[in-house]
């Protein structure tokens, strides 16, 4: 039979391990607390994934968008000339038409003829000259749309940059945490 000494003994042992158990169990709860669940973490890295890819696609559209304005205002500068050299041959033409009247009073019946003719000439120009004007309007709208796209673009893409710097800064100091532990 054991002696009293050695049921003592077995019962500190037994107290000091019951102690070490309960100050083991302290501690796998504070690291359960402090820690990141395996899912949520994998969770957290797809969004972000999710978010960088969102980026790059958003900024291969600014550049398309950027490119069609690009493309736009050169069309508008081709218009803007054409539209010019136009005006200018019509106020020459118109000009010439004129001083031709002024000298050939004589043939004023074929005068009368060709004036009919040259008024005919000036409308159809007026009319082209009025179609490239609503042209150009339409390219101003069209260009303004695009700046407010533009706008709204850059305005998402500088919201889509703070979240992504939220999310780093929180999942930087999780990690800290998580290191510290």
Do not use: W
């Amino acid at each position: 039979m054991a002696s009293p000494a050695a049921f003592q003994q077995l019962r500190e042992l037994i107290e000091v391990q019951e102690v070490l158990l309960d100050k083991l169990r302290r501690k796998i709860k504070i690291q359960e607390e402090n820690s990141v669940n395996k899912e949520q973490y994998e969770a957290i890295v797809k969004k972000l994934e999710k978010e960088e890819k969102e980026h790059a696609e958003t900024k291969n559209a600014l550049a398309i968008t950027s490119e069609h304005l690009e493309f736009a205002l050169g069309e508008i500068d081709v218009l803007s000339k054409q539209l010019e050299r136009e005006k200018h041959a019509f106020d020459n033409a118109l000009s010439r038409v004129n001083s031709k009247a002024l000298k050939q009073s004589l043939q004023k019946d074929k005068l009368i003829s060709k004036c009919t003719e040259i008024e005919t000439h000036i409308q159809k120009q007026e009319n082209i000259l009025s179609c490239k004007e609503n042209e150009i309007k339409e390219l101003h709208h069209f260009i303004n749309k695009q700046k407010q796209t533009l706008k709204k673009q850059a305005s998402e893409f500088k919201i889509q940059k703070q979240q992504e710097s939220y999310i780093a800064n929180v999942l930087g100091k999780r990690l800290k945490k998580d290191f510290k532990l």
